[in-house]
């Protein structure tokens, strides 16, 4: 084969119209061999000989789109002084862009004999020590070849018509995310061809984004799409890495969300989906998981980067560098005081926006990515290249603000540029719906933005990712449904999960059809759907919440790759033909009566999302301010906190444990921001009547300076009449555990 020298930059394969360009990082390689696969598994290796700065690259004619390709690294296999190069494992490219096929678990994917191994449990301590007795430093060295059992990379074509693409561009304080996954979202969709569902295309059918645009949400929070390695001991039992934290291929689209093909068509089919989601007005944010990869921990397989350069990309145990310090609970870490490592983060970040169109990234244990050394530094080299980034800077950083080390609850810690998954929103809004005592003051924190977590550093409410649910725990039906985890399903003795959920069943573990709990289950959903909606900073859905989707009880779907994890679409169908399978039921009571319950949670959840999206005041982009800040035009203060007479909260009122009431004015005269055009924002004011007491309760509406007359907009309880004013002193009753909202129009 024709070899030419080729360049160093950009690594990866890249093909330029003629032949590709092939560059790889290593700087204890020794040696490094290309390796081309023919459909047979024939396999023509080519010795990589230009080495500049550490990377071996060639170019090579007529080499182009659809080739398979791997590494054969030759070097040290001294895994006590972290070095476990083994030519006899065929590599992944880091830069690859498509990835073919799976890993199968064979023995010789790993570089020791399974015999040889002692210690079956990994190092799964946040310390870098081992749970239990590890196997020799230096284990004989298993030279089986793996070429036949791995993944392969692929040359893409990235050539691609995006006409007039162009992204939404949505500011965060309009925002409303959907966390959705793409293979959930539409297994299981009546309208998507059967070919297509549990594809990149299958989210871009026009059902499925008819379903995202009347919601009206305005960004879709993609669960993880870079290859990932489903592991074999889950495949074994039945089961599958459902959810996609076991990244192995941080520049290519995973291989088993595509519809037409895994040799550089998924490519094809994810920048199709990011254009129809985009035309549709709807932003594209991945989850990204940058802080480990799928090798696992000193005992995991051969199937990249520990093969290329194992002390360079990986965090070893100081002292101890045959094994890995982890800080993910999956068993490395990747070294983020590496030039490397940080340069392979932003390349990827950088392809993903430049090349993909996406539009920000939800970033995996983001605390993980923060420690160059052992504590978490917000002033870390990390932050410091986001920062100066002039592509990554502009888009949507988005942190999960904990990882498992020391430290790692990094809530309200990180730069002014991100905005942070607010898991104390979470807990607190959980707690005030569930009846605990003394919540009040907090959650009315939580209800306004966090200011107490986000001020201090210069941030506004936009800072504050808002969300009840996730992937990770409970749906929101199952967490009005259970009191207890129910893992069984997951083959570890329902050992797995978070214990902690901060739930409530509302008096009947799981499937009931008592319907005074249904009545009630209906209603707690609906109240943690309306203080997600009209909380400020950016509130996030998780995907199936807004019709009732079920797990049916197990908070920790990871390995569940099945009905008991995608949407249930059955409630579409108008005959009834579509049930829902026995014990499945989102909301407990099947048939009609269940389907009704669906779409009335869906066409309320819409209203919802859209009288948000319709008024400033419901997204405000700066704090509120209250009585010490000035008052409006109307000599009202932004926002007031009342009793359930209409009369101002005393301290006192907060401090008694059992408050559970609340009035919150919130003044749409006295929003201070502009328009696009400079011209002030003026809106309707909002009265929101919170009753987490479990009795029906008498609130009075405000006296007159609040408004002369207000109309009732939501009731949670839906037993309110919506017809006709109330006027100062009017009182109204409000269902035990439920919110009414009230509005008046400008006094001007």
Not at 128 to 149: I, K
Request: proline share 6%.
């Amino acid at each position: 084969m024709q070899t030419w020298p080729g360049h160093a930059y950009p690594l990866g394969a890249t093909y330029d119209g003629s032949g590709t360009n092939f560059a790889l990082f290593s700087e204890i390689a020794e040696r490094v061999e290309l390796c081309l696969l023919d459909d047979d598994g024939t396999e023509q290796r080519v010795d990589v000989e230009e080495v500049d700065a550490h990377v071996w690259h060639v170019y090579l004619p007529g080499v182009g789109p659809g080739t398979r390709y791997g590494y054969r690294v030759h070097g040290p296999y001294d895994p006590a002084n972290g070095h476990r190069c083994n030519p006899a494992k065929l590599l992944l490219d880091p830069y690859a862009k498509a990835i073919e096929g799976q890993v199968d678990g064979d023995e010789s994917l790993y570089s020791y004999r399974f015999a040889d191994a002692q210690d079956t449990a990994g190092d799964d301590a946040d310390d870098g020590t081992d749970d239990e007795q590890a196997p020799p430093a230096a284990p004989p060295l298993n030279d089986d070849d793996s070429a036949a059992h791995t993944m392969l990379s692929v040359v893409v074509n990235p050539f691609f018509d995006w006409g007039h693409d162009r992204p939404p561009n949505r500011d965060y304080h309009d925002s409303v995310i959907y966390e959705a996954h793409v293979k959930g979202m539409t297994m299981r969709h009546p309208d998507v061809p059967e070919e297509l569902r549990g594809t990149y295309a299958g989210m871009a059918h026009p059902a499925v984004i008819e379903h995202l645009t009347s919601l009206g949400v305005t960004a879709v929070e993609l669960m993880p799409v870079h290859q990932f390695v489903n592991d074999p001991h889950l495949v074994d039992q039945g089961l599958s890495n459902y959810w996609g934290y076991n990244t192995i291929g941080f520049f290519a689209p995973h291989n088993g969300y595509a519809a037409f093909g895994t040799r550089g068509d998924q490519v094809m089919e994810f920048k199709s989906m990011v254009k129809a989601l985009h035309e549709a007005g709807i932003e594209v944010i991945l989850d990204v998981v940058y802080n480990h990869t799928a090798e696992g921990n000193h005992l995991g397989p051969t199937l990249s980067f520990r093969g290329i350069d194992n002390k360079a990309y990986y965090r070893l145990v100081d002292g101890d560098e045959a094994h890995y310090f982890d800080t993910t609970g999956t068993g490395n870490s990747l070294l983020m005081r590496s030039p490397h490592v940080l340069q392979l983060i932003m390349d990827s970040l950088r392809y993903w926006v430049t090349e993909m169109h996406v539009d920000g990234f939800r970033f995996d244990l983001a605390s993980s990515l923060a420690r160059q050394f052992h504590e978490v530094d917000r002033l870390s080299a990390f932050f410091d290249i986001v920062q100066q980034d002039p592509v990554i800077s502009q888009v949507k950083l988005i942190a999960e603000p904990w990882d498992l080390g020391d430290g790692g609850y990094q809530v309200g810690g990180f730069p002014p540029m991100w905005t942070e998954w607010n898991g104390a929103y979470r807990d607190t809004v959980r707690d005030f719906w569930r009846g605990e005592p003394s919540t009040l003051p907090e959650f009315a924190s939580r209800l306004t933005g966090s200011s107490d977590l986000y001020e201090h550093s210069g941030r506004k409410p936009i800072a504050s990712i808002n969300f009840v649910t996730a992937h990770d725990g409970f749906t929101l039906n199952d967490l009005v449904s259970y009191n207890e985890k129910h893992n069984e399903a997951n083959g570890e003795g329902n050992n797995d999960g978070e214990s902690h959920n901060r739930s409530w069943n509302c008096g009947v573990e799981g499937p009931t059809d008592d319907p005074e709990v249904l009545a009630l289950r209906a209603r707690q959903r609906r109240n943690f759907l309306t203080t997600l909606l009209l909380s400020q900073g950016v509130p996030m859905l998780s995907h199936g919440d807004e019709i009732a989707r079920t797990q049916r009880g197990n908070n920790n779907g990871y390995c569940q790759d099945g009905e008991l994890t995608w949407m249930d679409w059955s409630f579409l169908a108008e005959d009834g033909t579509e049930e829902p399978a026995e014990g499945e039921a989102g909301v407990g009571a099947g048939g009609t009566e269940e389907r009704d319950e669906r779409r009335a949670l869906l066409d309320f959840a819409r209203h919802l999302v859209w009288l948000r999206r319709d008024h400033p005041v419901l997204h405000r982009r700066r704090f509120f301010v209250g009585r010490d800040g000035g008052t409006g035009p109307d000599d009202l203060p932004d926002i007031e906190w009342l009793d359930i007479t209409g009369s101002r909260m005393t301290q006192e009122d907060w401090d008694h444990s059992y408050a559970r009431t609340v009035m919150v004015f919130l003044n749409g005269s006295a929003i201070p921001e502009t328009d696009r055009r400079g011209e002030p924002i003026v809106d309707d004011s909002f009265l929101l009547l919170l009753n987490a007491h479990s009795e029906e309760l008498e609130f009075t509406v405000p006296p007159e300076q609040y408004g002369q007359a207000w109309d009732v907009v939501l009731d949670t309880d839906g037993s309110l009449d919506a017809s006709g004013a109330l006027s100062p002193g009017d009182t109204l009753p409000v269902a035990g555990r439920s919110v009414v909202v009230l509005t008046r129009p400008p006094a001007s």
